[in-house]
């Protein structure tokens, strides 16, 4: 199981639906919505699944300053995928 | 970690901090005073700037920056800062912060230029502040384009780049050959210290914000003039898909203004 040492807070409200964060996600934990808009009506960023590993990536690229950027105390075991 | 579902996908929360995790990252930097800005979708000013002002809170400079700002889309953005912002006129930011910096030796100076503000309307400042070796730092956010007035052609645009008037590519024959800014101010005497970074990926914004460290550091010492040019991607000036504005400028602009340090500076070996 992946090791989760990470995660993130994202202002969806500030988002512009620019990508950048996707390919900047080492992990690729971060994917945009397909169908789902903000009220401003862009697409926003989801985080997929557990390995997000703090490493700031996204929140030094995101040109609307939309990512906090958390590390865990203890690395974590997330169970994954769910139902 | 809880879980929500958004549109048909379970995926982790993200809107609310754990509570037991330590914050690394905020949404905006100290200097930062409002994230909101009215810049397109995908703008590289944005990045470049954060790394800039961040740079400036680690050096604990905060109270005596005094920054002097050009003419462009960057512009709009000084009024989301908390630091002293000075307007110039059309490219002559590089004479106010000589003023400036000889008026209040202590402050650190910086100038925020873009290519059409630096490169086409302003050549001569930064040349002879270069030349005469001013002890401040010009930083100058490049994306081959006067992205504020449409997205024209400017003097760093480079061959085959697309811009509004030449969106078959620049044309040497049609249009000239680009100018290197970077490589002709670290050939100046009075240039103490030069790089090109670029945003287009975290690697290159975290390289980026050690060039501008080390500017900083130069002018702190006192050794003269410092540059560093940032390549931003401009998607719309460019009229392509903002996710594929990061590769265009690694394949296109950073081919010819090519990212690295090119004069002085107490950056690693292998940043070179
Ligand atoms: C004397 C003068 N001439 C022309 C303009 C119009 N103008 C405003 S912004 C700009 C282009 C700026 O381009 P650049 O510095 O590359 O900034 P960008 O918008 O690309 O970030 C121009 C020509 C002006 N404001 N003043
Ligand atoms: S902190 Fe790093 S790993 Fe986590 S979501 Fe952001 S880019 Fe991905
Ligand atoms: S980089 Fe920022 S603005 Fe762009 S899609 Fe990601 S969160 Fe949204
Ligand atoms: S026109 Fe280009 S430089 Fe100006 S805000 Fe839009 S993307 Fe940024
Ligand atoms: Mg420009």
Same mark, same amino acid.
């Given at each position: 199981?992946?090791?989760?040492?990470?995660?993130? @807070?994202?202002?969806?409200?500030?988002?512009?639906?620019?990508?950048?964060?996707?390919?900047?996600?080492?992990?690729? @934990?971060?994917?945009?919505?397909?169908?789902?808009?903000?009220?401003?009506?862009?697409?926003?960023?989801?985080?997929?699944?557990?390995?997000?590993?703090?490493?700031?990536?996204?929140?030094?690229?995101?040109?609307?300053?939309?990512?906090? @950027?958390?590390?865990?105390?203890?690395?974590?075991?997330?169970?994954?995928?769910?139902? | 970690?809880?879980?929500?579902?958004?549109?048909?996908?379970?995926?982790?929360?993200? +809107?609310?901090?754990?509570? +037991?995790?330590?914050?690394?990252? +905020?949404?905006?930097?100290?200097?930062?005073?409002?994230?909101?800005?009215?810049?397109?979708?995908?703008?590289?000013?944005?990045? %470049?700037?954060? #790394?800039?002002?961040?740079?400036?809170? =680690? !050096?604990?400079?905060?109270?005596?920056?005094?920054s002097v700002f050009g003419?462009?889309?960057?512009t709009?953005?000084s009024?989301?800062?908390?630091?002293?912002v000075?307007q110039a006129?059309?490219?002559?930011a590089?004479?106010?912060?000589?003023?400036?910096?000889?008026?209040?030796?202590?402050?650190?100076?910086?100038?925020v230029?873009?290519?059409?503000?630096?490169?086409?309307?302003? !050549?001569?400042?930064?040349?002879?502040?270069?030349?005469?070796?001013?002890?401040?730092?010009?930083?100058? !956010?490049?994306?081959?384009?006067?992205?504020?007035?449409?997205?024209?052609?400017?003097?760093?645009?480079? !061959?085959?780049?697309?811009?509004?008037?030449?969106?078959?590519?620049?044309?040497?024959?049609?249009?000239?050959?680009?100018?290197?800014?970077? +490589?002709?101010? %670290?050939?100046?005497?009075?240039?103490?210290?030069? %790089?090109?970074?670029?945003?287009?990926?975290?690697?290159?914004?975290?390289?980026?914000?050690?060039?501008?460290?080390?500017?900083?550091?130069?002018?702190?010492?006192?050794?003269?003039? #410092?540059?560093? =040019?940032?390549?931003?991607?401009?998607?719309?000036?460019?009229?392509?898909?903002?996710?594929?504005?990061?590769?265009?400028?690694?394949?296109?602009?950073?081919?010819?203004?090519?990212?690295?340090?090119?004069?002085?500076?107490?950056?690693?070996?292998?940043?070179?």
């Amino acid at each position: 199981m992946t090791l989760t040492r990470g995660t993130v @807070v994202i202002d969806r409200e500030a988002c512009k639906g620019c990508d950048l964060c996707i390919d900047a996600c080492p992990p690729r @934990v971060l994917e945009m919505t397909t169908t789902v808009v903000n009220t401003i009506g862009h697409r926003f960023p989801l985080l997929i699944a557990p390995g997000c590993t703090g490493c700031k990536a996204c929140s030094q690229i995101c040109p609307d300053f939309c990512f906090q @950027v958390y590390k865990f105390d203890e690395p974590k075991e997330i169970p994954w995928p769910v139902d | 970690m809880d879980t929500e579902l958004v549109g048909q996908r379970v995926v982790l929360r993200t +809107d609310r901090r754990p509570d +037991d995790a330590t914050l690394v990252d +905020d949404f905006t930097p100290e200097l930062v005073d409002v994230g909101a800005h009215h810049l397109c979708p995908g703008c590289g000013e944005p990045i %470049a700037i954060r #790394s800039a002002v961040e740079c400036i809170a =680690e !050096l604990g400079a905060v109270e005596r920056t005094i920054s002097v700002f050009g003419i462009g889309c960057y512009t709009a953005f000084s009024n989301n800062l908390d630091i002293e912002v000075l307007q110039a006129l059309h490219g002559r930011a590089p004479s106010l912060a000589t003023g400036v910096k000889r008026m209040r030796p202590d402050a650190l100076v910086l100038t925020v230029q873009g290519d059409g503000d630096m490169v086409n309307e302003g !050549l001569q400042e930064v040349l002879h502040a270069a030349a005469r070796g001013e002890n401040i730092t010009c930083v100058l !956010l490049n994306n081959g384009v006067f992205g504020e007035t449409g997205g024209h052609i400017t003097s760093t645009t480079v !061959l085959g780049q697309r811009t509004k008037n030449t969106l078959d590519g620049r044309d040497a024959e049609r249009d000239g050959y680009p100018i290197l800014i970077g +490589d002709l101010i %670290a050939s100046m005497g009075g240039t103490a210290y030069a %790089a090109r970074g670029a945003v287009n990926d975290a690697g290159n914004v975290a390289r980026t914000r050690r060039m501008l460290a080390a500017a900083f550091a130069t002018q702190e010492r006192g050794e003269g003039f #410092s540059f560093v =040019e940032i390549l931003t991607m401009c998607p719309t000036g460019w009229f392509i898909e903002t996710q594929e504005s990061p590769d265009y400028l690694a394949d296109v602009i950073a081919g010819t203004h090519q990212i690295g340090v090119l004069k002085g500076g107490d950056v690693p070996k292998g940043d070179r």
